[in-house]
T-cell receptor
Framework: GAVVSQHPSRVICKSGTSVKIECRSLDFQATTMFWYRQFPKQSLMLMATSNEGSKATYEQGVEKDKFLINHASLTLSTLTVTSAHPEDSSFYIC?????????FGQGTRLTVV | DAKTTQPTSMDCAEGRAANLPCNHSTISGNEYVYWYRQIHSQGPQYIIHGLKNNETNEMASLIITEDRKSSTLILPHATLRDTAVYYCIVRVPNTGNQFYFGTGTSLTVIP
């Protein structure tokens, strides 16, 4: 299957700072990418759908000003967690939409201290 | 907004077939059934998908009932590496439709 790469795989940041997570589709062009968040022992929760060249669509309850998504090219989408707080600590996973399946990155473990 | 129901957990003996059920009684005519699995602390991995016919690939088989209200993922010879959470998802392919994950089934393969 196709390869989706996330960077960094782990990050620790101080409360109040911002963190950027990159998601790259390495071997195909992804018009659409998805961002998920996963808390321990829970399922993946879709945060937003990112479309190349347009604004992301956020799921209900997800703050768009806190979780900034940029999808400036067909191979790169970024998620920036702004003014991070300890409750934002989670496993963040991106996905690139192929045809007909979606390919997932390996995830980013964010810890806010 | 998951539209599927799966058992919370299952065990399977190594070398035996693992049969994972999924109920999707409200599935629409143009929605496919997708299966993914997630090994601890990794991103989900695509397994298989289908509409109404049974499907088989190198990883698994997918059996969909005639009324399409339920399906079963079959891992023919489970290994310890198949221990993971398995997610059943319904979705219309070839669109920008999202993949919504339900609670999934935690499969433990026992030596």
């Amino acid at each position: 299957g196709a390869v989706v790469s996330q960077h960094p795989s782990r990050v620790i940041c101080k409360s109040g700072t911002s963190v950027k997570i990159e998601c790259r589709s390495l071997d195909f062009q992804a018009t659409t990418m998805f961002w998920y968040r996963q808390f321990p022992k829970q399922s993946l929760m879709l945060m937003a759908t990112s479309n190349e060249g347009s604004k992301a669509t956020y799921e209900q309850g997800v703050e768009k000003d806190k979780f900034l998504i940029n999808h400036a090219s067909l191979t790169l989408s970024t998620l920036t967690v702004t003014s991070a707080h300890p409750e934002d600590s989670s496993f963040y996973i991106c996905s690139a939409l192929g045809d007909p399946e979606a390919f997932f990155g390996q995830g980013t473990r964010l810890t806010v201290v | 907004d998951a539209k599927t129901t799966q058992p919370t957990s299952m065990d399977c003996a190594e070398g035996r077939a693992a049969n994972l059920p999924c109920n999707h009684s409200t599935i629409s005519g143009n929605e496919y059934v997708y299966w993914y699995r997630q090994i601890h602390s990794q991103g989900p991995q695509y397994i298989i998908h289908g509409l109404k016919n049974n499907e088989t690939n190198e990883m698994a088989s997918l059996i969909i009932t005639e009324d399409r209200k339920s399906s079963t993922l079959i891992l023919p010879h489970a290994t310890l590496r198949d221990t993971a959470v398995y997610y059943c998802i319904v979705r219309v392919p070839n669109t920008g439709n999202q993949f919504y994950f339900g609670t999934g089934t935690s499969l433990t393969v026992i030596p």
